[in-house]
């Protein structure tokens, strides 16, 4: 394919992944919620009375809330966020007595306490709705420092190691390969990140929205069939600092491919920060090969959106990556923008690039959407 073509393949392939994510986005409205049910249990578990204050609680969010990668949900399914409590000083503590010391706080609320589903690592918060929050109790990993945790798994009854804070500034310097980097401010109660805009996020980062996208069509939304942590590390471990959304998912997923290809039996896929953490350890028999054949679905379907040819086509192939409605609705949103952008005489087309711009070459006369892609 010469490259002119390629080049307005890719530009035309680019928005429309990037207007699917947009549209998979959280509403600001349920970003707002979370926001403030955030708020509302950090005060409760932070506040000068609480019994746990003795233990200096750190709260702060983990996962896909702090790395900017959250979606709406599947087809009715909930959303969640994950939040630590981490207290210092509890040591000598055993994981089930740190445990109980957040559970008990969260207990005497009113409210909480009316909805509190404690787990096995996690107390969640079951709000009414497409919303829940978990509660992740944890302490100091000492034994591996620079911010790593333990956290109380009740079913073993021993510690397991995690640093969410460690990922997330690892996550955010694969987002900003060939960028330069910035320094977060630490506090003590970390406010959830801005509900970043879509067209502002990194690469990276909507590439791991359109993997969970793709994840849910494929799963029917069951969300552990490919946890997303485990999605996140494998796509920033091969992003290699595209730019184009299409390049960085295309490259993130022959990595992952190399990854299965290269790896006899069911790889380990480490924690970035923490290397007694494995992220797939939840991978059996059954589960692994279901994984394999996702990502062979990503791989078949991403490579027939790059080589279709008209809007059917790329409708079709778009439909099959992030689900049928979704495609249709990015690609009618694409091409009411252009026909707006026909009719006020605004679009124009750079000459020798063939690339549509509001400011700049020939302007393109009115005519009705029938434009390949």
Not at 203 to 212: D, E, I
Not at 347 to 370: C, Q
């Amino acid at each position: 394919m010469a490259t002119l073509a390629f080049t307005d393949r890719l530009s035309c392939i680019d928005a429309f992944l990037e207007e699917a994510c947009v549209k998979i986005q959280l509403t600001q409205t349920q970003f707002d919620s979370a926001r403030q049910k955030y708020a509302a249990i950090g005060r409760w578990l932070s506040d000068p009375a609480s019994p746990l204050l003795r233990y200096a609680p750190d709260i702060y969010p983990q996962g896909s809330m702090s790395l900017g990668t959250t979606i709406r949900p599947w087809q009715g399914e909930e959303f969640d966020l994950d939040i630590v409590c981490q207290l210092h000083g509890c040591s000598e503590y055993s994981p089930e007595q740190v445990f109980a010391a957040v559970h008990q706080r969260l207990n005497a609320h009113g409210l909480y306490s009316k909805i509190l589903e404690p787990r096995n690592r996690c107390l969640r918060i079951n709000y009414a709705g497409d919303f829940h929050l978990d509660i992740i109790p944890a302490c100091p990993d000492d034994t591996v420092g620079s911010g790593a945790i333990k956290v109380p798994d009740r079913k073993l009854a021993v510690w397991k190691r995690s640093n969410p804070l460690g990922y997330a500034s690892s996550f955010f310097e694969r987002c900003r390969y060939r960028l330069s980097l910035i320094e977060a401010e630490e506090k003590r109660f970390r406010p959830l990140p801005n509900n970043a805009p879509s067209e502002h996020k990194y690469p990276l980062q909507r590439a791991v929205q359109l993997l969970k996208r793709h994840r849910d069509s494929f799963f029917k939304g069951d969300p552990d069939a490919a946890r997303s942590i485990l999605l996140t590390t494998l796509a920033a471990g091969c992003y290699q600092g595209q730019q184009s959304l299409t390049l960085a998912l295309d490259g993130i997923v022959d990595g992952i491919l190399a990854i299965i290809s290269q790896t006899p039996g069911i790889p380990v896929v480490l924690n970035p920060t923490n290397p007694m953490e494995n992220l797939a350890e939840g991978w059996n028999q059954d589960t692994y090969p279901q994984f394999i054949a996702y990502v062979r679905s990503l791989r078949a379907h991403l490579g027939e959106l790059m080589r279709g040819d008209g809007i059917q086509a790329t409708t079709r192939a778009l439909g099959d990556l992030v689900g049928e409605p979704l495609a249709k609705s990015v690609v009618l949103a694409h091409a009411d923008q252009v026909q707006r952008s026909r009719n006020d005489r605004s679009l124009r087309v750079e000459p020798g690039t063939g690339r549509f711009s509001a400011t700049a070459g020939i302007i393109v006369p009115r005519n009705n959407f029938y434009g390949k892609c």
